[in-house]
């Protein structure tokens, strides 16, 4: 359950961060090849939708591999003295 939550929360989080370089991508392509402004609202509507799709995609199993190693990576490293101990 836990992995399907922070799957979903990754997909949610990589939505919104793709769409938002997908703007910045479609400003860049804007200014790079000179696109006049009727040309604009494409550039927009087919980066934009690509980006978050791409984002989603890779927030959700970014978080969902991280769930999922979360049981066998230790937070803290204990000392060599209490080991032996």
């Keep these: ?3 399907a939550l922070f799957a979903l929360l990754g ?3 990589g939505a919104l961060g793709g769409a938002a370089l997908g703007i910045i991508a479609g400003i860049g392509w804007m200014e790079i090849f000179k696109t006049d402004n009727s040309e604009a609202s494409l550039v927009f509507v087919t980066f934009m939708p690509v980006g978050a799709a791409l984002g989603a995609a890779g927030g959700a199993l970014l978080f ?3 769930a999922a190693r979360d049981a066998v990576i230790p937070i803290a490293r204990e000392s ?3 080991r032996h101990r």
């Design 80 to 82: 060599a003295r209490r």
């Design 11 to 13: 997909s949610i989080l």
């Design 1 to 3: 359950m836990k992995i």
């Design 64 to 66: 969902g591999v991280m």
